[in-house]
């Protein structure tokens, strides 16, 4: 085997030769017989080879790579056996360890009969452009890895309408091959009649609109899962519009919850009314026989008013008293029923004006004061729920007051994360025993002789708080005299305050 300037280069337009050396194209020749292997500057210098060795088959197995070689031969049987052309990229190892990509193409002369086989062809490095299409890949690898980690769906669009790109999860929900998508028509995965419905908006975003939207799309297992999807337009460098990406974000379980939640809301707005309902029917239907009976006891007074008989009259006393009891009791319970809703339309309360016209309307014994404090505020609300909670309270503290002569002071605070209301008496207190039943139906902190009760009081004040979003709790009052109830209360905004206060909904009590 010898090395030689092909023949052929001698004799190519000096224009052209010189054409293809500044852009690196390198000349080759393989002459079979006499076995000569001809080739040019470039070829040498893209080979790494001193200029007086000898280009042959050995050198070109030490420049190969190994994984590479089996293919380079195969093309090179190939080419002589008559396929008479060949292309094939290989890598090639350089003496201080540097690999390149070398592509080579080239073509088989047979010549006439008798004349030796020739090959010649070109070959040029390509190292950047594989460097360029592996950096890409990885691009590519990162951005499906991406796309395959957004909980949803994604999908790339050309101008042209044509899939570019597809997540996994997208893949999932066509239940297809990812090669029987990628390169396709739009309207080929989405039908005919489906894509001309929807072209209008595919054309909006490709003009720069975002288009978003919900749908429920079945899956291939049957499920019905819900997704929020916009159409983004993808611009390039220059502001161009090269495609728009489908992005699908999966909100079945937002739903789920949404659904749960009003199936909820209606089971309480259903109990509620059971409640209500309830109670209006036991108060009406008990309040006629109660009736009966204190006509019954009113007329057995008159008969038996000139009796004599102590006994009697103590009887029909008690009598009456426990008839009463029961009457306030059925008007109890129907307002713990109804306690949360609104009454009246919001409006601003000054609620030191109201507590001072709690204290004139319960009218107190002459020893006990109801003190309005200048603490107290003027606030956005629904005035009879407010009214209703300090009525019940104060009247609690005086009625269960000790003594005939006391006080009851109404301020407020900050506290609580807003507004707090607080009842403070300087009466007895609550014993301890009683702490954990102050706030249950029908329960009362101790009997006190004279003084009657439903024991729902307390009851209504803390559903009523509740229903207002706040909460209501107790302590001793200062110096560890009397008590104090504190209740938060949220004030509406003076501008936007909605016409009703919401549905009731019981929350745990804080501590």
Same mark, same amino acid.
């Given at each position: 085997m010898t090395a030689c300037v092909s023949a052929h280069t001698a004799t190519m337009d000096p224009d052209l030769q010189a054409l293809?050396?500044?852009t690196g194209v390198g000349i080759w020749r393989f002459e079979a017989d006499p076995r000569r292997f001809c080739f040019d500057d470039t070829c040498r210098a893209m080979f790494d080879v001193d200029a007086d060795a000898s280009f042959g088959p050995e050198l070109i197995r030490q420049r190969i790579h190994p994984e590479d070689q089996p293919g380079y031969w195969a093309a090179i049987r190939r080419a002589m056996a008559g396929e008479a052309s060949f292309s094939i990229e290989y890598r090639i190892l350089r003496r201080d360890g540097a690999?390149?990509?070398?592509?080579?193409?080239?073509?088989?002369?047979?010549?006439?009969?008798? $004349?030796?086989?020739?090959?010649?062809?070109?070959?040029?490095?390509?190292? $950047?452009r594989r460097q360029l299409e592996d950096?890409?890949?990885?691009?590519?690898?990162?951005?499906?890895?991406?796309?395959?980690?957004f909980p949803g769906l994604f999908c790339y669009m050309d101008r042209n309408y044509v899939v570019r790109f597809l997540s996994d999860r997208y893949i999932e929900h066509l239940g297809t091959d990812r090669r029987e998508l990628i390169g396709r028509p739009l309207a080929e995965l989405t039908g005919a009649a489906r894509f001309r419905e929807q072209r209008p908006i595919y054309d909006a975003v490709l003009a720069g609109k975002v288009h978003s939207f919900e749908d429920a799309r079945r899956m291939p297992d049957g499920e019905l899962r819900h997704y929020a999807i916009s159409y983004q337009p993808d611009r390039g460098a220059s502001g161009e519009v090269r495609g728009f990406m489908a992005i699908g974000l999966d909100i079945t379980d937002l739903r789920r919850v949404e659904q749960a939640l009003q199936e909820r809301t209606r089971e309480l707005s259903r109990s509620n009314h059971d409640l209500e309902q309830f109670a209006y029917a036991a108060s009406h239907d008990l309040k006629a026989p109660l009736r009966a009976i204190e006509a019954l006891v009113a007329w057995l007074r008159e008969d038996l008013a000139s009796h004599d008989s102590r006994q009697v009259q103590e009887t029909l006393a008690q009598l009456a008293q426990r008839s009463s009891r029961l009457h306030q009791l059925l008007d109890d319970l129907l307002a713990y029923a109804r306690a949360g809703h609104a009454t009246s339309e919001a409006s601003e309360?000054?609620?030191?004006?109201?507590?001072?016209?709690?204290?004139l309307l319960l009218a107190p014994p002459p020893g006990m004061r109801v003190e309005a404090d200048a603490s107290l505020p003027v606030l956005r609300t629904w005035r009879a729920p407010l009214e209703q909670v300090l009525r019940n309270l104060?009247?609690?503290?005086?009625k269960h007051h000790p003594r005939r002569e006391g006080l009851v002071r109404v301020y407020a605070e900050r506290g609580d994360g807003g507004l707090v209301f607080a009842v $403070?008496?300087?009466g007895a207190g609550i014993p301890t025993e009683f702490a954990d039943k102050v706030f249950l139906m029908f329960q009362t902190a101790g009997r006190r002789e004279g003084v009657e009760g439903s024991g729902m009081g307390l009851a209504i004040v803390k559903r009523i708080v509740e229903g207002q979003g706040g909460r209501?709790?107790?302590?001793?009052?200062?110096?560890?005299?009397?008590?104090?109830?504190r209740f938060s209360w949220k004030p509406l905004p003076?501008?936007?305050?909605?016409? $009703?206060?919401?549905?009731?909904?019981?929350?745990?009590?804080?501590?």
């Open positions: 293809l050396q500044d690999i390149r990509w070398i592509s080579a193409r080239g073509r088989v002369h047979p010549g006439q009969p008798g $004349e030796a086989v020739v090959v010649q062809g070109v070959c040029f490095d390509i190292s $950047e950096s890409l890949h990885a691009t590519e690898l990162r951005l499906q890895a991406l796309a395959d980690s309360v000054d609620s030191r004006q109201l507590v001072a016209d709690i204290g104060v009247n609690n503290a005086i $403070e008496d300087d209501i709790w107790f302590g001793p009052g200062r110096d560890g005299r009397g008590t104090v109830f003076a501008a936007s305050a909605p016409r $009703e206060p919401r549905n009731l909904h019981p929350l745990p009590a804080a501590g």
